[in-house]
């Protein structure tokens, strides 16, 4: 059965910083791509990173470009989202998801190629 399981949410002020973690189990965690999304209130989700299973190819959405970096680390089937310069609106819940791209380079924004989804973290950041 696979679970990915995200941590690190919670609330901080305008211009800090949260790290997320997201811990999966149940797969051949090196061998999938991996994405953070998040879904604000009354909004779509939408992608905010990815990392390719292979040479750690990333790529981010142009609203957090520079400010949040993707990281994984295969021995802890983990991967981290480090955020910071947080703004309001980046308050959403945020999730992690795997997605067992047949490319090793590939980082894919579109959530329904996805395969796997966690049960999402609550980050609210106060103005």
């Known amino acids: 059965q696979v679970q990915l399981v995200e941590s690190g949410g919670g609330l901080v002020q305008a211009g800090g910083s949260l790290r997320l973690s997201c811990a999966a189990s149940?797969?051949?965690?090196?061998?999938?791509?991996m994405g953070w999304f998040r879904q604000a209130p009354g909004k779509e989700r939408e992608f905010v990173a990815g990392?390719?299973?292979?040479?750690?190819?990333?790529y981010y959405a142009d609203s957090v470009k520079g400010r949040f970096t993707i990281s994984r680390d295969n021995a802890w089937n983990t991967v981290y989202l480090q955020m910071n310069s947080l703004k309001p609106e980046d308050t959403a819940v945020y999730y992690c998801a795997a997605d067992l791209a047949t490319i090793p380079t590939t980082v894919t924004t579109t959530s329904s190629q996805y395969d796997y989804w966690g049960q999402g973290t609550q980050v609210t950041v106060s103005s």
């Open positions: 149940g797969l051949t965690f090196s061998r999938y791509a």
């Open positions: 990392i390719s299973w292979s040479v750690g190819r990333t």
